[in-house]
């Protein structure tokens, strides 16, 4: 089928210019693709919680109270600091097309390298330049530990989803034997790393019990937002993500560009390590997961990849999460229920992704490059 | 030092256990290895094996647990593996979704909901199976090494050798190998000639689906004889690196799976060797070599040129 | 086909046509691209369900609603883009989706084929991958596919943009004996000479509605010229006169004619120069090999061939996308290996590509930021890697407005365009900031007949202010029309390259037919 039937130039189609109501309905259009599936997904949950015979309500008014009241929601803020900071190197990194999905690797590593180095170099330096230089080490160590998947995508075409993940295996290992090893606390049995004064934590935005980590995570979502609208990085980074043959054509040098964006994601996933580690928790213990990234991922999409849009979606999260970890205690269940509730936002944000589409189908709401990130053969050896 | 270590290696026990273990590992990879070639040769990506291995596994244990047979445990586990991947038919292929975002959401699901219904099921308790009962073959299991090992195993694997070289036939010299193929090929022209492109996809996902909800099964069934939450530790994703180094050649499969089953299992032959690594260091050899073989083979993967594209007749 | 109606989001595509094939005939179904014909076609062919009208095989009422409806009825079609999956054999694809049973029917297929093969009078070799093939040869096997399960009507969609003149003749030998043994032959085309060659009746499409017929009888009768002025009125009615001189509306295979003296190269500064260039070809396309030629200021220079012979590889090493394994390309004397797509482009050297929508543009960036895209980073439109909104703006609407690209406003997304203004994008894009040689790949495929013009125009232009332009085309009319030299490129070598004058048309043929044959 040629496309010039589908594109008749003697009919041409005429786009009618955005009036202001049409701008307001694709608005609301994009405000309902994004709220519903998260309302359709809690509801989803409730029946589930149903059929497993847990009450939903309390389930639901337990994560509101545990989430929000009574100074609850300075926990949920806390939490937003690595969640934002992952978001915005997943979002980085997805704009690109790229599947960086060794955010747990980079993170725990950061995480090990920070909490082991953090005690000594908090007591030989003056603070603000230990908390600078920990934050710089976190961030090198995501960004280094993205090297090898980074050259391989760039060089071979190989699938990124599978080294990122391999490494990220790597790195978990790797990271309890760091505490288990070097940084073990020498005055405890359990396998963790000393654990820093609180004194020698980051600072609490003045009233609150939130640690400044949360303004780095501000930060560092609007330098992410500006970066991709407004420089010729970002830029030629959306151009590869949305299609990394017409790249080509405008002589974007896709080698460098993959190896700069995985270095970045993986800074900012490195940065969000050293903001939980160093305003929260204050030391790693060995097999400690909390698993952020697997749980930002379905936020980013709902928020469209945009840096900016993704806050309040996190917000919404953290107060989920926080309200659920007591929750799900509340009705006997493992934490790791979670995990289904976010499963279901995914699921019902395709789904309503679908049925709201006037395009056709076969065309996604992702960068169309995304899709084709396992297109691209292995055995792309050719380079523009 | 070295000379010790080296004697401790050359044992007999080493080396049974070794190829004991691998195959033990290996045969979930194969299952699910082979489900995904199949998948991949038709141009649809599971990303969502790990999940699909999961709800294989967990299903093939309540089976087996309170089947009180390993083939029930089996059973449930084709058929969890089989209804998950219907999720994947009517998402990606039949309305045109995204693969790769629904195979996120159903590993992120596997996992979530498998331990969800674990905890619901047997609370903190981890029960365990009796240890599977195994088909000797009566000549060779007299050989040294390789009787013990190779030619004691529960009658599964025999099968499972079998279902390998049935399914190399039908990529040879069926029609449905060749549909297989020309979906992931060009998909354009088997709709042309007249095939559905929609069938032919649906059911090499199925078929994945299940393949993977036996690997699972076996995996929690036979393997470890107990269902943990996360059990798979990644095992769905060797498997589509597996698929992807096999370039579809069932024989391959087979091959890398015993390989990368060898590699898992190491950590055990080791100890039993009287060599003693720490647990993290032996976690990490699996996906070092994964890591490894990638690299080697950067350049000779090969990978359908419609993989992961949903196709729409008529649309661009 | 009575009737038949459809209409697409904002496009009227066909509407009430009806039309008709006999058995023994060949009826031509003409009409400029974009008239509707692929349409039609597509519903024939059970691709496209109409939204009115019916379609009668043999007098009796029938519905197809599938491709293997259409198969089953015995209309088979040979489509515009392959459907043969390169990486399979000959056997293999003629395999695909013959049967129903589990096993691979290969002695069958064998049979079958050397039957087929023998009726049609071509030889084919069964275990030969497809994308070995030569072009000529894989289209003998697409209507082999085609009449596969025994046909009552042949659909060829535009099967002559993929031959040479030769291979022209060849098929119309084929389609010969098909009428003989009485098939009915739908062909598909928008080039005026070929319908008044191979066909016995003409039907003309014009904006989705039949304009006219010619039967049988009026074409035996009257003679060419006369047909073709009628054809053309029926084509454009009131605009005849201003299209009549395009090539595609010529009663006869372009004559080839002097160059205008002033563009006469000879004398002129060497702009461009290939030498021993060798680029491998991407996946089972073709590359080049051992590619010398020289381009002069203010000359057309044509690369003609067959679609598929390594133009795009010749394209993309001279702008810089792909590395040259072997040989030299120098701008202006000077080598450019080291240099950037977007260094070329700054001296001056632009590639309007073939591939426009998914290459050429980045569908979901607005039509402004498109226009740059060859200039990041580069002032005045960013300053310090940032963008400057209110420069991009500015000179887009420009453009827009001395390129009359069709769009409601430069922050339109591009992707929604209609393909001739995308073009014009391109086109607005490389032949903007002084270009100096520009490599154009099929610059007019698939546009209907005054954009066409309009790009030719273009390229005219630009030779007069003294650019140069390599027109890469497999439309030889075309080359022939524009062009001052042609050079032939076959399976990746160029073969010759002739001066345009008379004969220059068969010329080119014979060394595309030559290094086939070779």
């Known amino acids: 089928m040629t496309e010039a039937a589908l594109t008749s130039e003697s009919a041409a189609a005429t786009v009618e210019a955005p009036t202001r109501s049409a701008f307001a309905l694709r608005a609301l259009d994009v405000v309902i693709r994004s709220i519903v599936p998260v309302i359709l997904a809690l509801i989803a949950g409730g029946l589930l919680l149903l059929a497993l015979s847990r009450n939903p309500l309390t389930f639901y008014g337990q994560v509101w109270k545990s989430g929000v009241e009574n100074g609850a929601w300075q926990d949920s803020a806390i939490l937003m600091a690595p969640l934002l900071l992952i978001a915005a190197g997943l979002t980085v990194a997805f704009r690109a097309n790229i599947w960086n999905l060794g955010y747990s690797g980079q993170f725990l590593l950061a995480a090990a390298l920070v909490s082991g180095w953090g005690p000594s170099l908090v007591q030989r330096l003056p603070l603000a330049v230990a908390f600078v230089l920990l934050f710089v080490i976190a961030g090198l160590a995501g960004a280094i530990w993205t090297i090898i998947p980074a050259l391989l995508k760039a060089w071979y075409g190989t699938n990124e989803i599978i080294t990122t993940l391999m490494t990220s295996f790597i790195a978990i290992d790797l990271a309890n034997i760091l505490i288990k090893g070097p940084f073990q606390d020498p005055t405890v049995t359990i396998p963790q790393t000393r654990v820093l004064p609180f004194s020698d934590m980051l600072p609490s935005i003045p009233g609150t019990r939130i640690h400044c980590g949360l303004l780095i995570a501000f930060a560092a979502v609007f330098v992410v937002y500006y970066a991709l609208s407004r420089t010729s990085w970002g830029l030629r980074l959306r151009i590869m993500g949305a299609n990394p043959r017409a790249a080509r054509h405008f002589g974007v040098d896709l080698k460098r560009l993959i190896v700069t964006v995985f270095l970045a994601s993986g800074f900012l996933i490195g940065l969000s390590a050293a903001a939980d580690i160093l305003g929260l928790w204050g030391y790693a213990r060995a097999n400690w997961n909390p698993d952020y990234g697997d749980t930002v991922i379905p936020f980013v999409f709902l928020a469209r990849l945009n840096p900016l849009g993704v806050v309040p979606f996190i917000a919404f999260f953290s107060v989920l999460s926080t309200g659920g970890d007591l929750a799900t205690a509340e009705v006997n269940l493992p934490t790791d229920f979670m995990l289904v509730l976010v499963a279901l936002i995914l699921l019902f944000m395709t789904i309503i992704e679908w049925l709201g589409r006037s395009r056709p189908l076969g065309t996604s709401y992702l960068t169309p490059g995304l899709k084709q990130a396992l297109r691209a053969p292995l055995a792309a050896r050719r380079s523009g | ?316 | 086909m009575v009737g038949i109606t459809k209409r697409y989001p904002g496009v009227l595509a066909n509407d009430g046509v009806t039309f008709t094939v006999k058995r023994g005939e060949v009826r031509c179904l003409l009409g400029e691209n974009g008239a509707g014909k692929s349409t039609l076609i597509g519903i024939l062919s059970g691709f496209v369900r109409p939204d009115a009208g019916s379609i009668r095989v043999d007098g009796a009422s029938v519905q197809i609603d599938s491709p293997r409806a259409a198969l089953d009825l015995g209309i088979g079609t040979v489509y515009q883009h392959s459907a043969l999956i390169p990486a399979l054999t000959v056997l293999e694809n003629l395999m695909l989706g013959d049967s129903r049973a589990l096993r691979l029917g290969v002695a069958a297929a064998r049979a079958r084929l050397a039957e087929l093969a023998g009726s049609l009078g071509v030889d084919v070799d069964p275990e030969m991958r497809v994308a070995d093939l030569a072009l000529g040869a894989q289209q003998q096997v697409e209507i082999i596919k085609a009449l596969w399960r025994g046909s009552r009507v042949l659909v060829l969609d535009e099967p002559t943009s993929m031959l040479t003149p030769q291979g022209v003749a060849e098929l119309g030998a084929v389609l010969e004996r098909l009428k003989q043994q009485g098939q009915g032959v739908v062909f598909i085309t928008h080039k005026l000479h070929e319908a008044l060659t191979l066909g016995d009746g003409i039907t003309i499409l014009r904006q989705g509605r039949i304009a006219g017929t010619i039967d049988s009888a009026r074409m035996r009768s009257t003679d060419h010229e006369e047909l073709r002025d009628e054809i053309v009125h029926l084509m454009f009615g009131a605009q005849a006169d201003v299209y009549a001189e395009a090539p595609e509306l010529q009663d006869e295979l372009a004559e080839g004619h002097e160059p205008t003296p002033h563009r006469h190269g000879g004398h002129n500064e060497v702009l461009l120069e290939l030498r021993n260039v060798t680029a491998e070809g991407e996946r089972t396309e073709l590359g080049v090999a051992e590619v010398s030629f020289d381009l002069r200021e203010g000359e057309i220079l044509g690369v003609a061939g067959v679609d598929g012979n390594g133009q795009r590889a010749l394209a993309e090493v001279i702008a810089g996308q792909r590395p040259a394994a072997r040989g030299e390309v120098l701008l202006f004397g000077a080598p450019v290996e080291r240099l950037s797509v977007a260094a070329r482009q700054k001296l001056g050297l632009r590639y309007v590509t073939d591939d426009r929508l998914h290459e050429g543009i980045v569908g979901s960036f607005p039509v402004g930021i498109n226009l740059f895209l060859k200039r990041i980073g580069q002032p005045p439109f960013w300053r310090r890697g940032r963008i400057q909104r209110a420069v991009v703006d500015a000179r887009a609407t420009e453009l827009v407005r001395e390129f009359e690209i069709r769009t409601p406003s430069v922050a339109t997304r591009a992707g929604t365009l209609s393909g001739g203004n995308v073009q014009k994008l391109l086109l607005a894009r490389e032949l903007s900031f002084s270009p100096r040689v520009v490599v154009f790949n099929k610059p007019t495929y698939g546009l209907d007949v005054k954009t066409a013009t309009s790009v030719r125009e273009q390229i005219r232009r630009l030779a007069s202010i003294g650019g140069s332009s390599l027109v890469i085309s497999t439309d030889l009319d075309e080359l022939v029309e524009l062009c001052d030299r042609i050079a032939v490129l076959s399976r990746g070598r160029i073969v010759g390259v002739i001066a345009n004058g008379h004969g220059a048309a068969e010329e080119v043929g014979r060394l595309m037919v030559g290094a086939e044959a070779a």
């Not at chain 2, 190779?150 to 049935?166: D, H, K, N, R, S």
């Open chain 2, 1 to 316: 030092m070295s000379s010790l270590l080296a004697s401790q290696l050359v044992t007999n026990v080493f080396w049974t256990s070794v190829i004991a273990g691998g195959l033990l590992a290996g045969v979930p990879l194969m299952f699910t290895a082979l489900g995904e070639a199949i998948s991949e040769r038709a141009g649809v990506l599971n990303i969502g094996l790990e999940g699909m291995m999961l709800f294989g596994a967990y299903a093939g244990f309540l089976g087996a647990y309170y089947g009180h047979t390993v083939w029930l445990g089996f059973l449930a586990g084709i058929g969890a593996g089989a209804a998950t991947s219907l999720f994947m038919v009517v998402l990606c292929v039949w309305l045109g979704l995204d693969q790769i975002v629904v195979g996120i959401a159903i590993t992120l699901a596997g996992g979530g909901i498998t331990s969800v219904l674990q905890g619901a099921e047997f609370g903190n308790t981890y029960p365990r199976l009796g240890a599977v009962s195994t088909a000797p073959i009566p000549l060779l299991r007299r050989l040294p090494v390789l009787g013990r090992s190779l030619f004691e195993q529960p009658p599964m694997v025999y099968l499972g050798l079998a279902i390998v070289a049935v399914v190399a036939w039908v990529f040879r010299s069926t029609n449905v190998g060749l549909n297989l193929r020309a979906a992931g090929e060009k998909p354009e022209a088997l709709d042309q000639a007249g095939v559905s492109v929609k069938a032919t996809r649906s059911w090499a996902a199925l078929t994945t689906g299940a393949f993977a909800g036996l690997g699972g099964a076996y995996l929690s069934v036979v393997s470890a004889g107990i269902f943990t939450p996360f059990i798979t530790q990644g095992q769905g994703y060797i498997a589509i690196v597996i698929a992807m180094l096999s370039r579809g050649r069932a024989g391959l499969v087979l091959i890398f799976s015993f390989a990368f089953g060898v590699a898992l299992s190491l950590a055990d032959s080791l100890q039993i060797a009287g060599i003693n690594l720490s647990a993290d260091v032996v976690n990490m050899i699996p996906y070092v070599s994964i890591i490894a073989a990638l690299i080697i083979f950067a350049r000779s993967s090969y990978l359908p040129p419609a993989l992961a594209l949903p196709y729409v007749r008529g649309a661009r």
